[in-house]
């Protein structure tokens, strides 16, 4: 069975930066495409980036572009996100997905494997 763990969430001041990690067990991995979502209090869940199987197609909301990086090492079954120059209104819950299909995709219920999400607060 598959299981994703986040980590690495915390409150940081605005501009600071955080990195969150994400651990996928399974010897699947690398052939799942991997996702980042956020859900802020009262609003919906929205996609933040994506990464293919291989690592060589990433995609960014615009909201994030230049402030975030996702990256994976799929000798360890990790996906990072990279934060930086955080903004309060970066303020969620992080949460990561897994596969199975090797293309990333924005929509949550594309993702079987999810995580429960690890909080992310910025202060002003």
């Known amino acids: 069975q598959v299981q994703v763990v986040e980590s690495g969430g915390g409150l940081v001041q605005a501009g600071g930066s955080l990195r969150l990690s994400c651990a996928v067990s399974?010897?699947?991995?690398?052939?799942?495409?991997m996702g980042w979502f956020r859900q802020a209090p009262g609003k919906e869940r929205e996609f933040v980036t994506g990464?293919?199987?291989?690592?060589?197609?990433?995609y960014y909301i615009d909201s994030v572009k230049g402030r975030f990086t996702i990256s994976r090492d799929n000798a360890k079954n990790t996906v990072l996100l990279q934060m930086n120059s955080l903004k309060p209104e970066d303020t969620a819950v992080y949460y990561c997905?897994?596969?199975?299909?090797?293309?990333?995709?924005?929509?949550?219920?594309?993702?079987?494997?999810r995580g429960q999400g690890t909080q992310v607060t910025v202060s002003s």
């Open positions: 399974g010897r699947t991995f690398r052939s799942y495409s």
């Open positions: 990464v293919n199987w291989n690592g060589d197609s990433t």
């Open positions: 997905a897994a596969g199975p299909s090797p293309f990333y995709s924005s929509v949550w219920y594309h993702y079987d494997f």
